[in-house]
């Protein structure tokens, strides 16, 4: 009686595994599988070279950027035109969640391959250059699925983001250093013979001081302080409180931590630069803490990498990123602040502002790491 029920439990999951097996060149039919579905209307194109994807995944955004698979010199990188470009919101694992973070990621690519007419199975090399990925296991359990995504055929490589920021600055080469103060802060540092140091990025809770949580956390502690007379008072306060229409601590408190995504409270960095313009101590003493907190951060990896050489006069790049450093009009500049302050130290610094956004330097990356290892293979560049 059982026998009979058995064998009709084993063919149906004989059938699962068939539903899962690759369909096209060894690709797995992914559990978001609706996401692709839009391959099903697209033809394949004769000589189609093939295109890659560059992802910069942040706490804020996603940007996924689509460019084609051409045998350029490296120092023709930049003509390498963009064929899609998609966003998205945040992919930070350590933010979502991993299954949402997840989600993001592949939206943004399905997305972008979809705008420029092309479908997985012309896919060359993808780099995901996420922030989060802060150690071998979280680089190997990303490629795990994007193995189930992709054809067996595409190259698959994993950052962290502050490698695609780096390389948006240095045209796909990882030398130099790299400064990100976006809603998190970190710095990242290549030497050319592949050595690498890292400072901060541990997130709010382990201390991104300069970035503009923190800043903006520090702002809110300020307006705390000074509501229960444990501190000055302060212009941030009536700042903060009419840009929300809150009117007492109580309030604010509650306004912070009934959303626990980082960017909304990074998004009140603005208050804490207009009230230091317009004269307010305490505000102008947070922002000088987030210089001297970013210009730490480099100082280490600087120093324990040797970028500026024995004598400390060595030149090196130095890239800065993220919104907390893009030039500000006003009397109070942080990015300026910073180069002024790195300079002195390092009197080699060159410090650049990229003209490309990072995703666009992961998918340098992508055609850079695609293109060195057809060089080690000895194999055509282009293939099917």
């Given at each position: 009686?059982?026998?009979?029920?058995?064998?009709k439990e084993k063919e149906k999951e004989k059938e699962k595994e068939q539903d899962q097996v690759v369909v096209d060149a060894g690709m797995k039919r992914y559990r978001n599988g609706e996401i692709w579905e839009f391959e099903d209307d697209i033809g394949v194109s004769d000589g189609d070279s093939g295109v890659?994807?560059?992802?910069?995944?942040?706490?804020?955004?996603?940007?996924?950027?689509?460019?084609?698979?051409?045998?350029?010199?490296?120092?023709?990188?930049?003509?390498?035109?963009?064929?899609?470009?998609?966003?998205?919101?945040?992919?930070?694992?350590?933010?979502?969640?991993?299954?949402?973070?997840?989600?993001?990621?592949?939206?943004?690519?399905?997305?972008?391959?979809?705008?420029?007419?092309?479908?997985?199975?012309?896919?060359?090399?993808?780099?995901?250059?996420?922030?989060?990925?802060?150690?071998?296991?979280?680089?190997?359990?990303?490629?795990?699925?994007?193995?189930?995504?992709?054809?067996?055929?595409?190259?698959?490589?994993?950052?962290?983001?502050?490698?695609?920021?780096?390389?948006?600055?240095?045209?796909?080469?990882?030398?130099?250093?790299?400064?990100?103060?976006?809603?998190?802060?970190?710095?990242?540092?290549?030497?050319?013979?592949?050595?690498?140091?890292?400072?901060?990025?541990?997130?709010?809770?382990?201390?991104?001081?300069?970035?503009?949580?923190?800043?903006?956390?520090?702002?809110?502690?300020?307006?705390?302080?000074?509501?229960?007379?444990?501190?000055?008072?302060?212009?941030?306060?009536?700042?903060?409180?009419?840009?929300?229409?809150?009117?007492?601590?109580?309030?604010?408190?509650?306004?912070?931590?009934?959303?626990?995504?980082?960017?909304?409270?990074?998004?009140?960095?603005?208050?804490?630069?207009?009230?230091?313009?317009?004269?307010?101590?305490?505000?102008?003493?947070?922002?000088?803490?987030?210089?001297?907190?970013?210009?730490?951060?480099?100082?280490?990896?600087?120093?324990?990498?040797?970028?500026?050489?024995?004598?400390?006069?060595?030149?090196?790049?130095?890239?800065?990123?993220?919104?907390?450093?893009?030039?500000?009009?006003?009397?109070?500049?942080?990015?300026?602040?910073?180069?002024?302050?790195?300079?002195?130290?390092?009197?080699?610094?060159?410090?650049?502002?990229?003209?490309?956004?990072?995703?666009?330097?992961?998918?340098?990356?992508?055609?850079?790491?695609?293109?060195?290892?057809?060089?080690?293979?000895q194999l055509p560049i282009l293939e099917d």
């Amino acid at each position: 009686m059982m026998r009979p029920e058995k064998e009709k439990e084993k063919e149906k999951e004989k059938e699962k595994e068939q539903d899962q097996v690759v369909v096209d060149a060894g690709m797995k039919r992914y559990r978001n599988g609706e996401i692709w579905e839009f391959e099903d209307d697209i033809g394949v194109s004769d000589g189609d070279s093939g295109v890659l994807l560059g992802l910069d995944g942040g706490t804020t955004s996603t940007v996924c950027i689509c460019m084609p698979m051409i045998p350029f010199s490296h120092s023709q990188l930049h003509s390498l035109p963009t064929l899609a470009r998609a966003v998205a919101g945040c992919s930070n694992h350590n933010s979502v969640g991993e299954i949402a973070a997840r989600e993001t990621i592949e939206k943004v690519m399905a997305h972008a391959l979809s705008k420029c007419g092309s479908k997985r199975s012309s896919v060359r090399a993808v780099c995901l250059a996420v922030s989060g990925v802060n150690h071998p296991t979280d680089q190997e359990r990303i490629l795990n699925w994007l193995r189930d995504i992709f054809p067996s055929h595409v190259k698959l490589y994993v950052l962290n983001d502050a490698l695609a920021a780096l390389s948006s600055g240095t045209m796909g080469k990882l030398h130099g250093c790299v400064l990100i103060a976006g809603t998190g802060s970190i710095t990242y540092g290549f030497t050319e013979d592949g050595k690498e140091a890292r400072a901060a990025g541990g997130g709010p809770v382990l201390g991104d001081w300069g970035s503009a949580y923190g800043i903006a956390a520090q702002a809110l502690t300020a307006v705390i302080r000074a509501y229960d007379g444990r501190g000055p008072s302060t212009m941030l306060t009536s700042s903060i409180f009419q840009r929300h229409g809150l009117s007492s601590a109580e309030e604010i408190i509650g306004w912070t931590y009934a959303d626990p995504a980082w960017a909304r409270i990074a998004a009140l960095v603005p208050n804490v630069v207009i009230c230091a313009e317009a004269g307010d101590e305490v505000a102008h003493k947070i922002l000088l803490e987030a210089v001297q907190e970013l210009v730490s951060s480099v100082k280490a990896v600087v120093n324990r990498l040797g970028l500026c050489g024995q004598d400390g006069q060595s030149s090196f790049p130095l890239v800065m990123v993220g919104g907390v450093l893009e030039a500000h009009r006003g009397s109070w500049d942080i990015g300026k602040e910073v180069i002024k302050c790195i300079t002195k130290c390092f009197p080699g610094v060159i410090p650049i502002r990229p003209k490309v956004e990072p995703a666009v330097g992961a998918a340098w990356l992508a055609w850079n790491f695609f293109m060195k290892e057809k060089e080690k293979q000895q194999l055509p560049i282009l293939e099917d």
